[in-house]
């Protein structure tokens, strides 16, 4: 996949965002924190918008054969840059948050939020590839969600109140994982077998380009949510 995205394209889409993210978090100040975070946000939630009100729509009035083809360019450069944009902008965020003090105990809260949201995204991947049956899906899945669920078990005693714009937030960062993670990505690695399988079927990838299109624009409104807690909380109010 990184050969048909461009090899260069795929390494500086993943060094970039991550690179950024570790250098602040080991050598930054939280208001360099804050301006990583905002802007990997901002370029998720514009590429979101974007590919929601402008590309879908254009995509949408194209013959089949010529929507495949502009997927099979698209789609791989996609699947090496938002899940970058969106892990530097969660975890950026949450460390933000913990450390401006919203989370009196943040591991707790850590530890609930990666089970409600890894558990059914991997649901959701093993649904997508008919993967129930294969021994690789159920690793995985004993793994991420088995120690999500130890991480939660032995933080239970640790919640705390917090703020209910924080909560609010979680909510939503919890929603854009489990679609993120859940559903477009193997909606682009769907996407990426069919194409280089030994008869594409234009109909398949399509299909799947148009609805990740569409739920596109239901992560940037969500993403547009996120802004909204995120100047209640700075400004306490409007």
Do not use: C
Request: overall charge neutral; hydrophobic content about 55%; proline content about 5%.
């Amino acid at each position: 996949m990184a050969t048909r995205a461009n090899p260069m394209f795929s390494v500086g889409a993943l060094v970039v965002p991550f690179g950024a993210l570790a250098g602040v978090l080991l050598f930054g100040t939280n208001q360099q924190l804050t301006f990583v975070h905002v802007m990997a946000g901002v370029l998720w939630t514009g590429i979101d918008l974007f590919m929601a009100l402008v590309l879908g729509p254009v995509l949408g009035g194209l013959a089949v054969e010529e929507r495949a083809s502009v997927f099979q360019r698209f789609t791989p450069k996609m699947t090496f840059l938002m899940p970058a944009l969106a892990f530097t902008t969660i975890f950026g965020g949450i460390t933000l948050a913990s450390r401006l003090g919203w989370f009196e105990t943040a591991d707790p809260w850590i530890a609930l939020f990666s089970t409600v949201s890894m558990v059914p995204a991997l649901l959701a991947i093993g649904w997508q590839f008919d993967a129930f049956r294969d021994w690789r899906w159920w690793a995985a899945f004993a793994l991420v969600g088995g120690g999500s669920a130890v991480y939660l078990l032995l933080n239970l005693g640790g919640f705390a109140p917090i703020d209910p714009a924080v909560q609010v937030a979680l909510v939503i960062v919890t929603l854009l994982t489990f679609v993120g993670f859940g559903v477009l990505m193997p909606g682009e690695a769907r996407m990426y077998l069919e194409m280089t399988s030994d008869d594409p079927d234009p109909n398949v990838i399509g299909a799947i380009g148009l609805r990740n299109a569409k739920l596109s624009g239901v992560q940037g409104v969500l993403q547009l949510g996120i802004i909204v807690v995120m100047v209640y909380l700075r400004w306490g109010g409007f």
